[in-house]
């Protein structure tokens, strides 16, 4: 799977993104700690406002960016992304009421929405052989997945000889960093879009996903994947120190194995794709993920103590497992069902479209969990991810090709 970070470009974008990544989870940790410095023991208010913030960031702007930036290169974008998630890190320490807080996470996070798809959208025309595509799958699922683990870990020892306010600077150092490498990389000679009246170009990408069958299928395992994933993240403590009655390290152990069947299945993906369709694997783990959600709550219910645990642990690993048989090939479609000139307007439409699904489930998840408990609440996200894994059946029922319109420009 490293072979492919021979092609000195990649190399250079994928420690780009790593780096970013990490500086990232840093800036959550340290985002966490300025919360509480500010509003003390309503800072899980401010968090829940900045978390929304992101998400609506995530929808509303990566649209809007790739339209209004279609007639601008890559690499300019990238860079003045990266510069711009530097100068709101370094301005997070400075801030003294929760109001400013939420400004900045704004803009950070519209940076991201406009740095991610945009990067995504590269590494296919740096790529271009299908077989070292999803190879480099395979690294960015890995690395999404190792982030979650190391970050905090890594503010941790940290913070054990730093104030936390220095976190910033090392995250903004990260997002030059990333700047940098950016900077010096060669970026294929790529086509740029047409001129198009703006509302044309906002909704290219939408357009294309809803012409073409296979696109279509795709955002039905978004919502699949957001219905899962919205359990896990939003009420893995509340299972396990709140019904479970267990450890804080329980909760870590817990997310730990969930990153690490995703992790497993990421190794896994290049060699499994050279001989099964990447729409069958999609398909197995759509399906597999309600499933597993359905098993879980008879586990809460009616087992206790020590099987219990482990049955649980279990779930979470193939739940991991199952999310990246779904993600890890995902891109390979939109690749597929894109050109060159329509491409980052597709990948900022799968962005928008797929958090547009966390939108809807983790607010379910948190409230829905509180009201009516976790195993009922486990059957409510069984049947949104059971809609999702009907409507890619039913879209991906058709011929390969069919209704796909990657000429939408």
């Given at each position: 799977?490293?072979?492919?970070?021979?092609?000195?470009t990649?190399a250079?974008?994928f420690?780009?993104?790593?780096?970013?990544l990490?500086?990232?989870?840093?800036?959550?940790?340290a985002?966490?700690l300025?919360?509480?410095?500010?509003?003390?023991?309503d800072?899980?208010?401010?968090?829940?406002?900045?978390?929304?913030i992101?998400?609506?960031?995530y929808v509303?702007?990566a649209?809007?960016?790739?339209?209004?930036?279609?007639?601008?290169?890559?690499?300019?974008?990238?860079i003045?992304?990266?510069?711009i998630r530097?100068?709101?890190?370094l301005?997070?320490?400075?801030?003294?009421?929760?109001?400013?807080?939420y400004?900045?996470i704004?803009?950070l996070?519209?940076?991201?929405a406009?740095?991610?798809?945009?990067?995504?959208?590269v590494?296919p025309?740096?790529l271009?052989?299908?077989?070292?595509?999803?190879?480099a799958l395979?690294?960015?699922?890995?690395?999404?997945?190792?982030?979650?683990?190391?970050s905090?870990?890594?503010a941790?020892?940290?913070?054990?000889?730093?104030?936390?306010?220095n976190?910033?600077?090392?995250?903004?150092?990260?997002f030059?960093?990333?700047?940098?490498?950016?900077?010096?990389?060669?970026?294929?000679?790529?086509e740029?879009s047409?001129?198009?009246?703006?509302v044309e170009?906002?909704?290219?990408?939408?357009?294309?996903?809803?012409?073409?069958a296979?696109?279509?299928?795709?955002?039905?395992?978004?919502?699949?994947?957001?219905?899962?994933?919205?359990?896990?993240?939003?009420?893995?403590?509340v299972?396990?120190?709140?019904?479970?009655?267990?450890?804080?390290?329980d909760?870590a152990?817990?997310?730990?194995?969930?990153?690490?069947?995703?992790m497993?299945?990421a190794?896994l993906?290049?060699?499994?794709?050279?001989?099964?369709?990447d729409?069958?694997?999609?398909?197995?783990?759509?399906?597999?993920?309600?499933?597993?959600?359905?098993?879980a709550?008879?586990?809460m219910?009616?087992?206790?103590?020590t099987?219990?645990?482990?049955?649980?642990l279990?779930?979470?690993?193939?739940?991991?497992?199952?999310?990246?048989?779904?993600?890890?090939?995902?891109a390979?479609?939109?690749?597929?069902?894109?050109t060159?000139?329509?491409?980052?307007?597709?990948f900022?439409?799968?962005?928008?479209l797929?958090?547009?699904?966390?939108?809807?489930?983790?607010?379910?998840?948190?409230?829905?969990?509180?009201?009516?408990?976790?195993?009922?609440?486990s059957?409510?996200l069984?049947?949104?991810?059971?809609?999702?894994?009907?409507?890619?059946?039913?879209?991906?029922?058709?011929?390969l090709?069919?209704?796909?319109?990657?000429?939408?420009?």
């Amino acid at each position: 799977m490293i072979g492919v970070l021979r092609n000195p470009t990649y190399a250079k974008l994928f420690s780009a993104q790593v780096i970013a990544l990490l500086g990232t989870g840093v800036l959550t940790v340290a985002l966490g700690l300025l919360a509480f410095d500010i509003a003390g023991g309503d800072a899980g208010i401010v968090l829940g406002v900045a978390m929304s913030i992101k998400m609506i960031a995530y929808v509303a702007v990566a649209p809007v960016a790739a339209a209004l930036l279609a007639r601008v290169r890559r690499k300019p974008v990238l860079i003045g992304a990266d510069l711009i998630r530097a100068g709101v890190a370094l301005s997070l320490p400075l801030v003294t009421e929760a109001w400013q807080i939420y400004i900045l996470i704004f803009l950070l996070q519209s940076a991201s929405a406009t740095f991610t798809p945009t990067f995504q959208a590269v590494i296919p025309s740096v790529l271009p052989d299908e077989d070292d595509y999803t190879r480099a799958l395979s690294l960015s699922r890995l690395a999404y997945d190792l982030e979650s683990l190391l970050s905090p870990m890594i503010a941790a020892a940290l913070l054990t000889v730093l104030v936390y306010q220095n976190l910033f600077v090392g995250t903004v150092i990260g997002f030059m960093v990333s700047a940098v490498l950016v900077s010096v990389s060669r970026f294929p000679v790529g086509e740029v879009s047409a001129p198009a009246p703006f509302v044309e170009r906002l909704t290219r990408g939408v357009r294309v996903f809803w012409t073409s069958a296979e696109l279509r299928g795709l955002m039905g395992l978004n919502l699949v994947v957001a219905a899962t994933t919205a359990m896990v993240i939003v009420n893995t403590v509340v299972l396990v120190q709140g019904d479970l009655g267990r450890s804080e390290a329980d909760v870590a152990l817990m997310l730990g194995v969930y990153g690490g069947g995703s992790m497993l299945v990421a190794l896994l993906m290049p060699k499994l794709l050279e001989t099964v369709p990447d729409r069958l694997v999609m398909l197995f783990g759509g399906i597999a993920l309600p499933v597993l959600l359905l098993i879980a709550p008879g586990f809460m219910s009616w087992i206790d103590g020590t099987l219990q645990w482990a049955a649980l642990l279990v779930t979470w690993v193939l739940l991991g497992a199952a999310t990246s048989a779904v993600l890890t090939p995902s891109a390979r479609l939109l690749r597929r069902g894109s050109t060159e000139q329509n491409r980052p307007a597709v990948f900022a439409a799968q962005f928008s479209l797929s958090h547009a699904c966390f939108l809807l489930t983790y607010p379910l998840a948190g409230i829905l969990g509180a009201a009516i408990g976790l195993p009922a609440v486990s059957l409510v996200l069984v049947v949104i991810g059971t809609v999702g894994v009907v409507l890619a059946v039913v879209c991906w029922t058709r011929p390969l090709g069919a209704g796909r319109y990657s000429e939408v420009t």
